[in-house]
């Protein structure tokens, strides 16, 4: 008898063809979808990438401005600002800034709150007194900054406005000495042609009064005539002074003893007037290239101005010192002092507060310092007295005589 097999052979289970075809699919289905994540998580890094690089840019572009560029939100609330921002408004860090609101703090125009709100972009120039600006700055006297105010929107939403400011004083004393230029021109033009004329009607005033006339009455109104062509040609001589002050010889000259002279001629005077005048100079004081009859001029238009100040009297302070690369003279007197609308236009020609003044004394000044590369300044207070400063370049310069 024949003996069974033990182990029966297994049978091998055959894939159908289809479903291993299903698989492979499947496979490279996924295979595919994988790298399309791949090169989508790429496209997203690589996105992510460029818009952290542009993040960046904006941020040092923002940074770096030289404008003062300030983002403020609907309500006007201050959210982030620029260093020049910072730097114009003479503050250290934003935290010094966070209270200011665009519609209550930055001096906006009446009228103008409704139109940023409604979408329009406003420009307008302020000035500002930062002795009185009531926020801690470290920046003194007066700027004029220049505001530029523009909605930000989000399809047709406003989402906030974007403040940008810029210190425009510069710009302004550039455009007012190319003005204050055109004018002095045009004085001199009109000095000349007017002094003829006033030449010939005080000659011949003057000729009836030497021949004799024989009516007191018209004596009298001859008289008269002389006398406002003489205050005429008065006028027109410092109109000539203001626009042609020109290139003038310049020595080197001791201000100690330029100031003791003018104090000297002026000190009878003062004191009729009740007025003291007090030196505080520095007994090394360096030696200035002036020419000695203009700066002699500016001194006499200053202190004179001090002593106008203060009608019942008062004290008027002459300091002076080296400071840097410049001799400071201070003239400090006791007076009204000056409210800042004034302050403002004391160097323009022909604006005056006296009656009897013509308005060209400071103006003139202040040409005459310029063509000695120095400066004239005025701060004033109300009640508190004014103080004019003179800085003079110190040293000698051949080119100069």
Known sequence: MKRKKSAAKKKTKKIPRGIGQKNAKILKEADSLLKSLIDKEKEIIKTEDALVESMRRFRDLFEQSPIGVGINDTKGEV???????????????FADI??????????????????????????????????????????????????????????KEIIGYM????????????????????????????????????????????????????DEKVRDILSVILDQCFFAK?????????????????????????????????????????IVLKKDLEPDLPMVTVNEKQIQEVFMNILRNSADAMPQGGIITISAMKEKDFLRIDVRDTGEGMVPEVLERIFEPFFTTRQKGTGLGLAVCHTIMQEHSGYLSYKSKVGEGTTATILLPIGYSPASY
């Open 79 to 93: 959210l982030i600002v620029n260093k020049a921002y910072l730097e114009i408004f003479g503050l250290k860090s």
């Open 98 to 155: 966070t209270h200011q609101n665009l519609f209550s703090d930055l001096r906006l125009p009446p009228g103008d709150k409704k139109r940023i709100r409604s979408g329009h972009v406003v420009q307008y120039e302020s000035e500002y007194d930062f002795n009185n600006a009531g926020f801690s700055t470290s920046r003194e006297g007066t700027r004029y900054i220049l505001f530029t105010i523009s909605p930000l929107f989000r399809e």
């Open 163 to 214: 403040v940008q400011i810029q210190d425009s004083t510069e710009r302004r004393k550039v455009a007012e000495s190319q003005r204050l230029a055109q004018l002095g021109r045009l004085l001199s033009d009109m000095a000349h042609e007017v002094n003829n004329p006033l030449m010939i009607i005080s000659g011949r005033a003057e000729l009836a009064l030497l021949e004799g006339v024989g």
């Open 234 to 274: 008065s006028i027109i001589q410092r109109l000539l002074k203001y626009s042609r002050i020109g290139k003038v010889e310049k020595r080197p000259v001791d201000m100690r003893k330029a100031l003791d002279l003018i104090i000297d001629i002026l000190q009878h005077h003062f004191k009729m007037s009740n």
